[in-house]
């Protein structure tokens, strides 16, 4: 087990109905001048269309918080958006940022905390240019399980000149409370739940593939977090949409699969992560729907490399019976059974699959790799990058 | 699954040599006129013999930080030590208290933090006639893994006068940061090894026995720590005293399984931790030791109530197979596999195991229910604790 330092100053506040304590919540962190205005950052989408903004609004108009809303966030969210949120801050002198919505939103958040403390370009943190050390007060109220950005340092941008896909950890942008209540995800699409599903597995995937010796403790608590994911994710694809406890155990998983607890003494692996930012910069299709392309490819890719591993996730994760098949078998029939799933809550497990160009897949390659190899489990150039998209465009 | 809010600020800093960071992280929490001067909170015990102490000293040094030193802190930690504290942090003007050692040392630190800012007797928060709202700051280098008091808001102080041995939960009270060097534990005597283990074994069993339904995650959470725990247990009293690994895992298992993260979701039960503490108030035994003798008693008084979730835990905990046995079969083999697992670490689980007086039974089951009834899985009056008293007296 490695050394390791950890603490998540996030403050959870999960269940029925938590979106209207979002006011009283924000207002804790208003000046001593008693004005307080704040920056409400959403899509303009579902969360007009619920009612939940509506919801939210009323919370922070009874807890005296006033507001400068700024709506817009896409999917894969865009720098564009981050600029204009930095520029709004500024103008109206906003000293809070209130994110409702999922992973995009909450990103586009941490974005415009970090610039608008920043005097340079805000892509710089992005671009490995500049570390980030100090940034507004981010909150959420969280609508999509997925990214796990509601309790982590972390947040993705897509930079529209040359359809860049960069992410940043810093953890003076981890938001200072969320509000998780599952029953806002009972609308979701399906297509939606699933991309979140696939990329809460992900996350934990990730830090599951170490080779650090060692780390019994989070390897149980990784196979039990992905058991509980995997259950009651078919809970909610088998009829139950507005089953409200398989929809929380899904909510929670999600934010614990990314807060770092996870990781703890171990270290991850983040190459498919690295590999699948090529495929949603390149053809905007849903972070979890790439990570369902490329995950199972990358295990196959590197089976041989700690077959074991492979093994015990196949047998703990997946119910396979080691006592009946080699160690590589036991692997395999664990990708099947990785790749089966996530067929079955209707994502895509290939290019094809997708409907994405397979010829893109040099280009891709070699911008996959453009500060370095990537990952940790097998450090991965650009000839290894092209072999597992390789094998993502197969079925 | 229940509402809940989940916050855990503690930030643990973890491995070889953590002990050395003692000082520079402390000096963060320095006033700005730069001089600063803490409590140096320890037994005067082990800290001191293997020179871990001497070591906290010159980091403190290095660091600019002042210290005054208070030892003498006992196993069930003195209300008139606390006492002691609060005056010499007033008299010397101390601003923060770092704790050097277990659970006793860290509860009697916390203990003056909040008596130091409060004008009444400090006794008043344990006593229940007053909530504890503000405390100096409080970090810990731990010495012993068990109470899990390095991050969590609880501390159990034991009054002299007549025996009370009472616990207060305050979040003003939790340690701002705790350095657990695993290495430090090579030294412990199997015994408060043994009696650690079955600290933080309770500390998951008291949530893990809920009737909260559809609590997946939590669940799976709770067993992979209670699996991790046992099996590392078995190592280190099989020769690996010195197996740093089997040390961490036992380490990082006692701080998770009280920072509350396994709760979130679900209401814990707690009779058996305010049984033994009637145990270890009158008898002065260690409480790991006591909890061994009550648990196992507690579970077989309860095992009707809700027969299922005693049989998943055999199952799901000690390999129990449950195809081959009726649910309360099952469920009785748990409990027997529990006790032979305390039993071959050298703990007791029966009054007699420990030579306790069963006649001070009567009086034990009327002060344990002083504030009413104990525990949520199945309220407990008088009665039930003098009949689980009775079980616990049987080997």
């Not at 506040?13 to 804790?28: H, N, P, S, V």
Request: aromatic share 10%.
């Amino acid at each position: 087990m490695r050394n390791f330092e950890y603490c998540n100053r996030t403050k959870i506040i999960f269940g029925r109905g938590t979106e209207d304590l979002a006011g009283a919540e924000t207002a804790k962190y208003a000046g001593k001048d008693g004005t307080f205005r704040i920056l409400l950052h959403h899509s303009g989408g579902s969360a007009v269309k619920t009612g939940l903004l509506d919801r939210v609004k009323k919370s922070l108009k009874e807890a005296g918080v006033g507001w400068v809303e700024l709506s817009g966030v896409q999917p894969n969210p865009r720098l564009s958006k981050v600029y204009e949120g930095i520029e709004l801050v500024r103008k109206e002198k906003l000293g809070f940022i209130l994110a409702v919505g999922g992973g995009s939103v909450i990103d586009s958040a941490k974005a415009i905390a970090l610039g608008a403390l920043y005097d340079g370009d805000v892509w710089d943190f992005y671009d490995r240019k500049k570390e980030a050390a100090e940034a507004l007060p981010v909150a959420t109220v969280l609508t999509i399980p997925a990214a796990g950005s509601e309790s982590s340092i972390s947040s993705v941008i897509t930079n529209e000149k040359g359809s860049w896909k960069r992410g940043v950890n810093a953890e003076c942008s981890r938001p200072v409370f969320s509000i998780l209540n599952p029953e806002l995800t009972y609308t979701l699409p399906p297509y939606q739940t699933a991309c979140g599903v696939a990329d809460m597995l992900a996350h934990i995937m990730e830090r599951y593939f170490t080779k650090e010796p060692h780390v019994e403790l989070t390897d149980e608590l990784c196979e039990g977090a992905m058991r509980a994911i995997i259950r009651n994710a078919r809970k909610i694809f088998s009829g139950g949409e507005r089953d409200y406890d398989a929809r929380a155990e899904i909510m929670w998983a999600g934010s614990l699969a990314h807060n770092n607890l996870l990781s703890t003494g171990r270290v991850g692996d983040w190459a498919s992560h690295g590999i699948e930012h090529e495929l949603s910069a390149l053809f905007d299709i849903a972070h979890g729907a790439g990570l369902s392309i490329i995950f199972p490819a990358w295990i196959k890719y590197n089976i041989g490399e700690d077959t074991s591993r492979f093994a015990r996730f196949a047998a703990k994760v997946w119910g396979v019976d080691g006592a009946f098949y080699d160690l590589e078998q036991a692997a395999m029939e664990g990708v099947f059974r990785l790749k089966n799933f996530f067929r079955s809550i209707g994502l895509p497990v290939s290019f094809a699959g997708a409907k994405l160009d397979v010829s893109k897949i040099p280009e891709m390659s070699k911008r996959a790799v453009t500060f370095g190899p990537l990952g940790n489990y097998r450090k991965l150039d650009e000839k290894d990058v092209q072999a597992i998209f390789r094998i993502a465009s197969e079925e």
